[in-house]
C-alpha cells in the first residue's frame, strides 16, 4: 500500500505592538485578518501587544479578540515596543514569530512573500527594507534623511550587510532564533537594531527583503533630539559587545 505524507501547516503568530492607537486599530486589524486568511497554506493568530496605552485602545482591542477567534490581547502596563514584542514572542508556540506596525505601512502582499522565504527558503530571520535600491517608498523627505542618517551610522560602528534596521517588519523561524530574542535585551526602539546586529554577528541566515512602503499617520520625529538619541544607543550597543 502507497503511504502517504501529511504536511502539517505553518502556524504563525504576528503581533501588532501598539500604544494609543483608537483611530485605526479596529478597521487596520480587520484588514489584516481578512488578508491572513485568504492564505490557506498556514494558519495565523494576530496578536494586538498594548503597551501602556491611556486612550480606548484596550477597549478595542479586546473587543476585537472577543469577536475574531484567531485574534488575541495582550496588555502590558510597561511601555516600550521591544518589551511588548518580546514579551509575545517569549512564549510563543508558533512555527514562525513576527511583527508588523499598526499603521500598516508595509504592504501585506510582501509580508507573504516574506514568509514564503522562511518557509521555502529555509531562512531563520527575513525583515522588511525601506532602504534598498528595490524598494518602493513614500514618505516625508525630512523622514527618509533621518532614517538614512540612523542606518548609515549603525554601518558605520557594526559594519555593512544590511541597509535598513528600523523597518516594522520582521519574521523569524522561533525554533532557530530563540536565543537571539532572549538577548536582543533593549525594551524601546531600538529592539529592531539589536535583533539584527545579533542575528548578523551570530550568523543567523537573513534575507533583507525590499518592500513597497507607504508612509502613514502623523509623525512624532524630534530631529535633534533623536539624533542624540541614536548615537547614544548605537555607541552603548557598541561598547556593550566589546
Not at 504563525?12 to 488578508?35: A, M
Not at 532602504?131 to 549603525?154: A, C, D, H, Q, T
Amino acid at each position: 500500500m502507497k503511504k502517504f505524507m501529511v504536511y502539517q501547516k505553518i502556524f504563525i503568530d504576528v503581533v501588532i505592538p501598539v500604544y494609543n492607537e483608537e483611530f485605526i486599530l479596529k478597521q487596520n486589524v480587520h484588514i489584516v485578518q481578512k488578508f491572513l486568511s485568504t492564505k490557506k497554506s498556514y494558519k495565523f493568530k494576530i496578536i494586538i501587544a498594548d503597551n501602556g496605552s491611556n486612550d480606548s485602545t484596550g477597549e478595542i482591542g479586546k473587543e476585537l479578540a472577543n469577536n475574531l477567534s484567531n485574534v488575541e490581547y495582550k496588555h502590558f502596563s510597561k511601555k516600550g515596543k521591544g518589551y511588548a514584542i518580546k514579551s509575545c514572542w517569549k512564549v510563543s508556540t508558533a512555527d514562525i514569530i513576527s511583527y508588523m506596525d499598526a499603521d500598516l505601512s508595509t504592504n501585506l502582499h510582501d509580508f507573504a512573500d516574506m514568509i514564503e522565504y522562511i518557509v521555502k527558503e529555509k531562512y531563520d530571520l527575513v525583515f522588511a527594507s525601506r532602504l534598498m535600491k528595490e524598494s518602493k517608498i513614500e514618505r516625508k523627505p525630512y523622514r527618509e534623511l533621518l532614517s538614512r542618517g540612523y542606518n548609515f551610522l549603525v554601518k558605520l560602528f557594526f559594519g555593512r550587510g544590511i541597509e535598513d534596521y528600523q523597518c516594522g517588519c520582521k519574521l523569524l523561524r522561533r525554533s532557530t532564533t530563540k536565543q537571539l530574542v532572549v538577548e536582543a535585551e533593549d525594551m524601546k526602539w531600538f529592539f529592531d537594531t539589536q535583533l539584527l546586529i545579533l542575528g548578523r554577528l551570530k550568523g543567523i541566515k537573513y534575507k533583507e527583503y525590499p518592500i513597497r512602503w507607504t508612509e502613514k499617520g502623523d509623525s512624532s520625529v524630534r530631529p535633534l533630539q533623536d539624533a542624540l538619541r541614536f548615537i547614544y544607543k548605537i555607541i552603548k550597543f557598541r561598547i556593550h559587545l566589546l
